[in-house]
């Protein structure tokens, strides 16, 4: 939701987190809002990894998490202050390779 800031059409986040590969799922209520999630997030970076969108049929998602059927209020974020591990923008930096902590 933090990078996703001013996106009111978000209505549900699933983090798999069984998954090794860091899957997360987000719902729009639009079309249109999914392509700024898409535009927020692909190609960032978060933790150290690089951050692909891919989009799913809202049926196949339905088909995975039936109790997000009817979900049509958008989410806010719960803090005003960031917490996330997303890089900060800075000018002129860019990597090619996962940050590692020293």
Avoid: M
Wanted: proline share 7%; hydrophobic share 35%; aromatic share 8%.
């Amino acid at each position: 939701l933090e990078k996703c800031v001013g996106n009111n059409g978000i209505v549900c986040i699933v983090v798999e987190k069984a998954s090794n590969e860091g899957l997360v799922y987000v719902k729009c209520l639009t079309n249109a809002a999914a392509g700024q999630v898409f535009r927020s997030l692909h190609g960032s970076w978060f933790d150290g990894r690089l951050v692909t969108v891919k989009f799913i049929s809202l049926n196949r998602f339905h088909s995975h998490y039936p109790s997000t059927v009817n979900l049509t209020t958008p989410l806010t974020p719960s803090s005003s202050k960031p917490t996330s591990t997303f890089l900060p923008q800075t000018p002129g930096f860019s990597t090619s390779t996962p940050l590692k902590a020293s």
